[in-house]
């Protein structure tokens, strides 16, 4: 697993995830294909219910479309910020990092009409994401409960994942330049646009307590985290 991993005290909500990340890893380890370790559109994941709303409890690790097309894995910086059209990649194109954390989706994927979600799910939008932090009491509180208590790096300031939502810092790819901040921040695209080439999304960060949102490009490279339709 990459460094650092600090040592934490898991939660009753978390040890599903955790199993499951182990269970992945041996495959991925008595394998010798490079697919291997994605989750196909007909997946099982694992959901919590947070308020009106199911939550799929992990970041998303599929490589096809909801119709089977596949979606390109690019790993060369330049190609990937001069595309239009969906992509994915592990962090630092390391598979180990896509195992525990999901893939990397740049927006055109999310927005791909062929659906980037498995069936029965959706990427959330700005209001679905909206509506989760303030069920979990607004922006200055909600941080904490998203947060897993293990993977992150120190301090992880108030990270009691009491929500069950299990959000792990899976860093991201900037439309240009070097991968970033794996273990210190998570971020999730919303489905929703902003403006012009931008799109809204959420993150949290391990020593600050908001879960926030802003816009960035959309060549940009975050998580994803479906919500049932």
């Given at each position: 697993?990459?460094?650092?991993m600090?040592h934490?005290?898991?939660t009753?909500?978390e040890?599903?995830i955790i199993?499951?990340?182990?269970?992945?890893l041996?495959e991925y380890?008595?394998s010798?294909s490079?697919c291997n370790?994605?989750?196909n559109?007909?997946t099982?994941?694992p959901?919590?219910?947070?308020g009106?709303q199911?939550?799929?409890q992990k970041?998303?690790n599929?490589c096809?479309?909801?119709?089977?097309d596949?979606?390109?894995?690019v790993?060369?910086?330049?190609?990937w910020t001069?595309?239009?059209?969906?992509?994915?990649?592990?962090y630092?194109?390391?598979?180990?990092?896509?195992?525990v954390?999901?893939?990397?989706?740049n927006?055109?994927?999310v927005n791909d009409?062929?659906?980037l979600?498995p069936?029965?799910y959706?990427?959330p939008s700005?209001?679905e994401?909206?509506?989760?932090i303030?069920?979990?009491?607004?922006e200055?509180v909600a941080?904490?409960?998203?947060?897993?208590t293990s993977?992150w790096?120190?301090?992880?300031?108030?990270?009691?994942?009491?929500?069950?939502?299990?959000?792990l810092?899976g860093?991201f790819r900037?439309?240009?330049?070097?991968?970033?901040?794996?273990?210190?921040?998570a971020?999730?695209?919303?489905?929703?646009q902003?403006?012009?080439?931008?799109?809204?999304?959420?993150?949290l960060e391990n020593?600050?307590?908001d879960a926030?949102?802003?816009?960035l490009n959309k060549?940009c490279?975050?998580?994803?985290?479906?919500?049932k339709?």
């Open positions: 697993l990459p460094d650092p600090p934490s005290a898991l009753v909500n040890n599903p199993i499951h990340v182990a269970e992945k041996n380890n008595n010798s490079s370790e994605c989750e559109n007909s099982s994941y959901t919590v219910t947070i009106n199911i939550w799929m970041n998303l599929v096809t479309y909801r119709n089977g596949e979606i390109p894995q790993q060369d910086p330049n190609q001069n595309l239009t059209t969906g992509a994915w990649c592990y630092q194109n390391d598979t180990a990092n896509g195992i954390y999901g893939k990397l989706y927006w055109y994927a009409p062929r659906g979600a069936a029965g959706h990427v700005d209001g994401w909206t509506s989760l303030n069920f979990l009491g607004g200055s941080a904490g409960k998203m947060r897993a993977l790096n120190s301090p992880n300031a108030g990270a009691t994942n009491s929500s069950g939502f299990t959000g810092p860093g900037p439309g240009a330049g070097p991968f970033d901040m794996i273990g210190s921040i971020f999730w695209w919303s489905s929703s902003s403006f012009d080439n931008f799109s809204w999304y959420y993150y020593d600050y307590g926030s949102r802003s816009y060549s490279g975050f998580s994803v985290r479906c919500i339709d």
